[in-house]
């Protein structure tokens, strides 16, 4: 079972979970300390991190450095890509 991450940003705590969505490999935050906020999504390229099933391992950079490039869910339907 994939462990979920936590990261603080925008001034909130943030669980990130990996998904798939059709084929598309996606990072889906969860706001953990209001229920006020939206999903966020973004995509992650198919040579980012191919073999993991959680991002227990990716460093905390870098997990929000995708949370920068992601959108709310819902919003947009072209989710924002992140490259290496």
Same mark, same amino acid.
Request: charged letters at 25%; a negative charge; hydrophobic letters at 35%.
């Given at each position: 079972?994939?462990?979920?991450?936590?990261?603080?940003?925008?001034?909130?705590?943030?669980?990130?979970?990996?998904?798939?969505?059709?084929?598309?490999?996606?990072?889906?935050? @969860?706001?953990?300390?209001?229920? =006020?906020?939206?999903?966020?999504?973004?995509?992650?390229?198919?040579?980012?991190?191919?073999?993991?099933?959680?991002?227990?391992?990716?460093?905390?950079? =870098?997990?929000?450095?995708? @949370?920068?490039?992601?959108?709310?869910?819902?919003?947009?339907?072209?989710?924002?890509?992140?490259?290496?």
């Amino acid at each position: 079972m994939p462990v979920p991450v936590t990261i603080s940003a925008d001034g909130d705590s943030w669980r990130a979970e990996l998904a798939d969505d059709g084929g598309k490999r996606i990072v889906v935050f @969860f706001c953990l300390t209001t229920d =006020q906020r939206p999903y966020r999504v973004a995509c992650m390229d198919s040579g980012w991190y191919p073999d993991a099933e959680s991002l227990e391992n990716v460093p905390e950079e =870098q997990v929000k450095a995708l @949370f920068r490039s992601s959108g709310s869910m819902g919003v947009r339907l072209d989710f924002p890509a992140y490259g290496r």
